[in-house]
């Protein structure tokens, strides 16, 4: 209980005393602000700054003015490339599905024509098979004498 009386003085009495001596360091501190500040060298030093600015602002101005213009010139352009860059791809986009549909269509021909080629055959091969058979014939004949064996 001795240790935590003894800290708690202590405490106190530190406290006060860097209390007074943060307090003197403070006034000081405040006394050089205030004498800087009103030393005439730094008014006129702050006064020419001033001047400067009030003379600088509109070349200021006008070259911020000139460069967002510049910048919105920029931003325009930029936004017609894109635009045009995706109508491009739209337009790629829409002849690629045109070119996939036109080659549907022209696979769905060729099959059609396939099915009908193939009618074709079958019937070129019933009438093939109902013909009458042909007539072999020998090399030393005449052709006159050629034909079907009951005309001679």
Same mark, same amino acid.
């Given at each position: 209980?001795?240790?935590k009386?003894?800290?708690?003085?202590?405490a106190?009495?530190?406290?006060?005393?860097?209390?007074?001596?943060?307090?003197?360091?403070?006034?000081?501190?405040?006394?050089?602000?205030?004498?800087?500040?009103?030393?005439?060298?730094?008014?006129?030093?702050?006064?020419?700054?001033?001047?400067?600015?009030?003379? *600088? &602002?509109?070349?200021? @101005?006008? #070259? %911020?003015?000139?460069? !967002?213009?510049?910048?919105? $010139?920029? =931003?325009? +352009?930029?936004?017609?490339?894109?635009?045009?860059?995706?109508?491009?791809?739209?337009?790629?986009?829409?002849?690629?599905?045109?070119?996939?549909?036109?080659?549907?269509?022209?696979?769905k021909?060729?099959? *059609? &024509?396939?099915?009908? @080629?193939? #009618? %074709?055959?079958k019937? !070129?091969?019933?009438?093939? $098979?109902? =013909?009458? +058979?042909?007539?072999?014939?020998?090399?030393?004949?005449?052709?006159?004498?050629?034909?079907p064996?009951?005309?001679?």
């Amino acid at each position: 209980m001795k240790a935590k009386l003894a800290f708690i003085v202590g405490a106190a009495a530190g406290f006060v005393a860097g209390s007074a001596a943060g307090r003197d360091s403070y006034e000081k501190l405040k006394t050089q602000a205030v004498s800087t500040w009103n030393d005439p060298k730094v008014q006129e030093g702050l006064s020419n700054a001033q001047q400067t600015i009030r003379e *600088q &602002a509109p070349v200021v @101005a006008d #070259k %911020a003015k000139a460069t !967002a213009a510049s910048g919105v $010139d920029q =931003a325009k +352009a930029k936004a017609e490339e894109v635009k045009a860059n995706h109508e491009e791809k739209k337009a790629v986009k829409q002849v690629e599905k045109d070119i996939a549909k036109a080659e549907k269509e022209a696979e769905k021909e060729i099959k *059609q &024509a396939e099915k009908e @080629a193939a #009618k %074709a055959d079958k019937k !070129a091969q019933k009438i093939a $098979d109902k =013909a009458p +058979a042909d007539v072999v014939s020998d090399p030393a004949a005449s052709i006159e004498d050629e034909g079907p064996v009951n005309n001679r």
